[in-house]
């Protein structure tokens, strides 16, 4: 039985802005500019790979690679890692809507499903939403500078 991590709020950029972003695959470190070192990426289609090397600032440094499963329509994105990676869980596989709320504002639920392994489930969880909530942040930042 897997697990789930979830974050939904509404984020202070408009929704072209961050859903391009989150479509531009290889362009994760933006996001994660203090926690990923290194990313090199195959494109930005579906089954395109992206390799990850986390920082030590992570707690988890070392590779992480994922593959773009899914786009559909404007609004719905959905990845996984594959193979086993430097991170205390398994068979992860994220799902991110993104819808409009105004001009200025969209509504983002990231959540994933995942497995721990070498981390209780409580603390894989927190890690992964508190991923999750400085993506967020992060891109409001962004988009104001």
């Known amino acids: ?3 789930i991590a ?29 926690n990923i070192d290194n990313v090199e990426c195959t494109g930005n289609e579906i089954g395109s790979l992206r390799h990850i090397t ?13 593959r773009l499963e899914g786009i559909y329509g ?9 193979d086993k990676s430097c991170l205390p869980f398994t068979d992860y596989v994220s799902c991110v809507s ?8 969209c ?7 995942w497995k721990a392994d070498g981390l ?4 894989v969880k927190i890690m992964l939403e508190g ?8 891109a409001e930042e962004q988009f104001l500078n």
């Open 6 to 34: 979830k974050v939904e709020r509404v984020v202070s950029v408009p929704k072209q802005y961050f859903w391009g972003r989150l479509l531009d695959f290889g362009d994760i470190k933006s996001f994660l500019p203090e």
């Open 131 to 138: 991923f999750y909530e400085l993506i967020f942040s992060n």
């Open 74 to 82: 404007d609004n719905f994105f959905v990845y996984s890692v594959i």
């Open 107 to 113: 509504e983002v639920c990231w959540h994933s499903h």
């Open 54 to 66: 986390l920082g030590e600032i992570t707690g988890y440094p070392g590779e992480v690679v994922e």
């Open 1 to 3: 039985m897997s697990s």
């Open 98 to 105: 993104v819808k409009e709320v105004s001009n200025s504002e």
């Open 120 to 123: 209780e489930e409580k603390e």
